[in-house]
Each structure stands twice: as structure tokens, then as C-alpha cells.
């Protein structure tokens, strides 16, 4: 990802801010637009909504054109090829597409765990009653897919041989249970996670032998969050 990426960390961070809360003076600098995507209609993509809406974005400089795309597939297709500028998206999608030579790095996160539910037909109680079952996803390769698959596992299932994994496009009732857990793992400062970023990893490595060796170090890069953590910015955002 170019350097220039970098500046726009401030997405992270000020979007958290409480609309009516003073924020930094803005830099006499001319406007600055900018292209973001959020990855998903949900709860979790708050974010940059709510710092368009807030004027939050317009205090610091940017003018930034909001865009909302059907999955990370396709928002971190619209990175690479340069047509958005940064994006709001899972961390294993962008491991999975730095694993396969992209070259995209995490900045920050909002959300440092799954925020997601499994949810079973009504006659099914326990978890060895999913064996020989089909479980639907949003799309393959997003955080929806990794959390399907992180599930099963933690419950002793073998994904695609004991559970079946098929995508379905009933996107209300996929995100249904993303929303309802959403503030509870809201981080106020948005560090990457190493233990977060293991278990992406360690899933990855099932279909991908590469992210066996790799270090998660390699996929983040949290100076610019620390820097604005200890210069006292975050905790502005708050009061």
C-alpha cells in the first residue's frame, strides 16, 4: 500500500468521537479528497458514517466520498487496483490478500474479536448435531467465511468435510447477529491485535501454507496509532 494511504489513519479515530464533543482544530490546508469503502452494511461499519455526517472529516481537511461495497472481496479488489484510497475491512481479508502478494497493510482496527453469531434451526442443541449440515456465509473469503470456520473448529468440527459451508445472499439475516455484539467489542483505541491476527492466520494456513512461517507482525503496522495515542488526540475525541 503507498505511504499516502497512511495519512488517512485518522478514519480510526475520529470516527469514534461523540458528534456533539470538540475535536483538534483543523490545519488551514486546502480540502483533501479522498475515496474509502466500508465492507459491509452493519453496525461495525459505523465508522466513517458517522464522521462524514458529524462534520468530523470536513474539521480535519478531507473531504471523503463514503462508498459501500458488497463484500471485502470485492472493496479490497477496488484497493489494488487504486480506485479507493484506504478501506474499513476484516483483518483476514486483508492478510489473505497480502499472503497472495498484495501489497496492503493494517493501520488500525475498531473491533479486535468476531463480532458474529452462530445461529442453528431450533432442533439442533448441540454442537456435534451439525455434523452432516450445511452452514451458510455472505461470501467466501470475507470475515463472515473466517468466522464460520474458527467456529467450527472450536467446536471440533472439520469445515467442508463435517460441515458443509455454502453462501446465501440473505444478507438480513447474516448480519443480524454481527450487530447485536458490535459495541460491546468497539475499541476506543484501535490497536491491531498479534492474538487476533494468530488465529487469522492459523485458519489461513488450512487452505494457504504460507501463513504458517509468516510472523503477524508483518501485517500491521500501529506507530501511527500510538503516536496519536500518546500526543493525547484519542482521549480528546472523548471528552
Known amino acids: 500500500m503507498k505511504r499516502r494511504f497512511l495519512f488517512f489513519l485518522i478514519l480510526f479515530l ?8 470538540p475535536v483538534f482544530a483543523a490545519d488551514s490546508k486546502p480540502t483533501r479528497k479522498v475515496r474509502m469503502a466500508f465492507t459491509s452494511l452493519s453496525g461495525s461499519m459505523i465508522t466513517p458514517w458517522m464522521a462524514r455526517e458529524a462534520g468530523i472529516f470536513a474539521k480535519h481537511g478531507l473531504e471523503v466520498e463514503v462508498i459501500a ?10 484497493l489494488i487496483a487504486g480506485e479507493v484510497h484506504f478501506l474499513q475491512i476484516a483483518g ?21 474479536t468476531f463480532v458474529q453469531n452462530l445461529m442453528v434451526r431450533p432442533e439442533i442443541e448441540k454442537p456435534e448435531q451439525l455434523k452432516g449440515k450445511a452452514l ?8 463472515i467465511d ?20 455454502v453462501r446465501t445472499t440473505d444478507s438480513e439475516m447474516l448480519s443480524e447477529a454481527y450487530d447485536i455484539y458490535v ?17 487469522v492466520l492459523e485458519e489461513l494456513a ?11 507482525r508483518k501485517f500491521f503496522d500501529d506507530s501511527f496509532v500510538r503516536q496519536m495515542q500518546s500526543s493525547g488526540f484519542i482521549d480528546a475525541l472523548y471528552r
Not at 461495497?69 to 477496488?78: F, H, I, K, R
Not at 464460520?148 to 467442508?160: I, S
Not at 468497539?186 to 498479534?194: R, T
Not at 488450512?206 to 503477524?216: L, Q
Open 183 to 199: 459495541q460491546k467489542h468497539l475499541l476506543k483505541v484501535p490497536l491491531p491485535s498479534i492474538d487476533a491476527l494468530k488465529t
Open 136 to 143: 451458510g456465509i455472505s461470501r467466501f473469503g470475507t470475515s
Open 146 to 165: 473466517t468466522g464460520a470456520r474458527v467456529a467450527l473448529r472450536h467446536f471440533g468440527l472439520v469445515p467442508e468435510k463435517d460441515v458443509a459451508i
Open 92 to 112: 483476514g481479508t486483508t492478510v489473505s490478500a497480502a499472503l497472495s502478494g498484495a501489497d496492503v497493510i493494517i493501520l488500525g482496527t475498531t473491533i479486535d
Open 69 to 78: 461495497t458488497p463484500s471485502g472481496v470485492e472493496g479490497m479488489n477496488a
Open 206 to 216: 488450512v487452505r494457504n501454507p504460507k501463513a504458517k512461517e509468516v510472523d503477524p
Open 14 to 21: 475520529i470516527g469514534l468521537a461523540h458528534p456533539s464533543q
